[in-house]
Structure formats: C-alpha cells, structure tokens
C-alpha cells in the first residue's frame, strides 16, 4: 500500500479491498504489539508475585487473540458476492467486532474470579525498576493503538476498529492501576494487588459490553448516520423537478455495502413527458451510485402541482397534523372524488417517541377531514389513511 490514509477518497475507503488491506495492517501490528506486552507482563508478575500484573499480561493475550479475529473479519468481508450471499460479505466485519466483544467479557469474567481469590488470600508483591518500566511502555503502547485503531476506525466507519479502540484505551487505564497498586504496596506497605487487578477486570468488562453493543447494532439493524442522510437529500434535491423525498430506506449489508430505496415527489402537469421524469430519476440514482458507492431505487410519486384543489387540501390536513402533534408528517397525498364524498388518501409518519395511539390519532384526523368545507360535488371528505415509521 504507497498510499496513506488521509490520501484516500472517501469513496475509495468504502472498497472491500482496501478497507481489508487496512485491516490487515491494524491486526498485525496487534498481535505483534500484544504478544510482546503479552510476554513482558507475566515474566514480570511472575517474578514480583503480582496477580494484577499477570492478569494484565493474559488481558493482552486475549487482545492478540481479538487482533487476529479482526484480521480474518477484514478478509472474510473482503470476498465478493455470490449465490448463497448475493449482497457479499461486508457482514463479516460486523460478526469479527462481535467475536472479539464476547472474548473480551469471557477475559474479564475470569480476570475477576481470579482477583477476589487474590483479596479474599493476598500475597506479598514485589516491587522492581523492570516492572514500573514494563507497564509504563505498556501503557504508552496501549494510547498509541488506541489512538491509531480510532482514528482508522472513524475513518473507515468500521465498528470493529472502534472496539479495538475502546479495547486499547481501557487497557491503557487498566495498567495504569497496576503499576499504581504495586508502587503502593511498595512504598506503603499497603496491599491493595487483588483490589486493582478486579478494578482491571471491570475495565475488560466495560470495555467488552460496550463493544458488543456497538457492533450488536449494525447487525440487528440501526439508524443511519445523519450526515450520510443528508448528503442522499442534497444529492436527490439538487434536481428542480424533485420538490421532496419521502420512504427512504438505507439498508446496511456491511461497511461500503450500503442500498438505498426512496420516493421522490416531481410536480407534474397535464401531458408531462414520462420519459423526461424516468430521465431525471435515473440521473439521481447514477449520481448517488457515484458519489456514495451505493445502490440506489427511487420510486417517482406525481404531485398534482396545478390543481388548486389539491394543495388547499394538502395544506389543510398537514395543518390538522401539527395540531394533533407536531411531530407528524405526511406524504403521498392524493384525493379520490366521488358522487357523495371525496377520500383524501395519504401517509402519516409517526415518530418513535409518539404516546398517543394509533387510534386516536386516526379519530382526530378523520374528524378534521369531516369538518372541511364541502368540495365541488358538495360532498364530504373522509381520510384514508396508512401509518409509517420514519427510516431516518
């Protein structure tokens, strides 16, 4: 790889390929850096009796273990798609962070057991100048990956580099404690090893639980990144014949490996060319394909833009939404005249956070249709009415 990472697109990083050669790179630095912390920490815990030391030393252990599971997630990730995964692999990326999570609990939970024995019968701990100079190069080893890993993983927005991250700066501040607790028993006789190395083994543990619920969350199914949401509505709106976007759906089938779905509303009038509309959606969907490296469908919803009729109806019924709650939006409006009534069809997206029922709110709108002044054929209007979830 000649080129660094800031020289990289933003489009070249959401290429399997060379997201997997960054992976590669990070997981082998890890378990090179790891086995040597690894190795250096249970000599010297050995010699000075510590229990925090040499759990620190099996800590990094695992850590090595977690770097060569990344490492074979950025290669499974990398494989292309075929018939049994048509949509690739990029998953795996997701899985490895979810692995190296539960392997960083199952450390901890031991690290625990083994510090409550070491409070409950505690020995004498040794004190020596290799030891302090052991755990403060661990320690400025442990920041170094842990700024590397999140700065690679914020560029490359891959969970798995994010836990690797937390992992680092969590054993950073873990071995802190350490040569704390042995400088202590040292110097003041006071012998606090098991209670540090359990305050070592709740590090693991934070830093596991938080972990698997950052990678847990991609995998079940998340709310897209905001900025990206908004660089799809600047795209799509940047075409004057698309008034407004609605539906849209981001699915997530690994990093890079994104596929967007949305309607898009285009005025129409009388006699519109329909080839000329399939013409701009087709144009936005290419631009999406090429600026954001995804898939992208867009389905086209005419808007009668001249028919006065409609818009006052439109108007009148988005005003009866924000009096029912503000946070209710609509799309998809059309009216459907009949000889005694006219329906005026639509969607109604209620947000997450929205207390009041379905039920009710369907009433109050309704009733807001019913009390609308008489239509041309002096019939009344009813409200149909279908309810979504908003996607972002």
Request: proline residues 5%.
């Amino acid at each position: 790889m000649t080129k660094k990472l800031n020289e990289f697109t933003e489009e070249e990083l959401s290429k399997p390929e060379i997201r997997a050669k960054f992976g590669y790179k990070t997981g082998i630095t890890g378990i090179i850096l790891n086995v040597i912390l690894c190795l250096a920490k249970i000599i010297s815990g050995l010699l000075s009796g510590a229990i925090s030391i040499v759990s620190d030393g099996i800590n990094n252990l695992s850590d090595a273990g977690s770097s060569i599971i990344t490492l074979f997630g950025f290669k499974l990730s990398e494989k292309k798609p075929d018939k049994e995964h048509p949509f690739g692999h990029g998953r795996f990326e997701y899985i490895a962070g979810l692995l190296v999570s539960a392997a960083i609990i199952l450390m901890g939970v031991e690290l625990l057991k083994t510090s409550v024995e070491k409070i409950i019968a505690p020995q004498a701990v040794e004190f020596s100048v290799l030891t302090a100079v052991i755990l403060v190069f661990s320690v400025a080893v442990k920041i170094y990956m842990a700024v590397y890993n999140g700065s690679l993983g914020k560029k490359l927005a891959s969970p798995a580099l994010a836990a690797a991250a937390r992992d680092s700066l969590s054993d950073s501040i873990a071995t802190a404690v350490v040569l704390v607790s042995s400088a202590v028993g040292h110097f003041l006789g006071i012998n606090i090893d098991g209670w540090c190395g359990a305050a070592v083994a709740v590090f693991v543990l934070r830093a596991g639980i938080m972990s698997v619920r950052d990678t847990l969350a991609p995998l079940l199914g998340t709310e897209p990144d905001p900025e990206f949401v908004k660089r799809i509505n600047d795209i799509v709106l940047s075409y004057p014949e698309i008034s407004a976007i609605h539906d849209l759906i981001i699915h997530d089938y690994g990093p890079g490996r994104q596929i967007i779905s949305l309607h898009a509303e285009m005025p129409t009038e009388s006699g519109s060319d329909i080839f000329k509309l399939h013409d701009i959606v087709d144009n936005a969907e290419r631009r999406l394909r090429q600026e954001l490296g995804c898939d992208a469908t867009i389905h086209l919803d005419p808007v009668a833009a001249e028919d006065e009729q409609t818009q006052m109806l439109h108007e009148r019924m988005e005003a009866a939404l924000f009096e029912i709650n503000s946070g209710l939006t609509m799309h998809d409006f059309r009216i459907v005249p009949g000889p005694t009534h006219t329906n005026l069809i639509f969607d109604v997206v209620v947000p997450y956070d929205n207390k009041m029922p379905q039920a009710e709110i369907l009433e109050k709108i309704e009733y807001a249709a019913a009390e609308l002044p008489s239509g041309k054929n002096g019939g009344k209007y009813y409200a149909v009415v279908r309810f979504d979830r908003p996607f972002t």
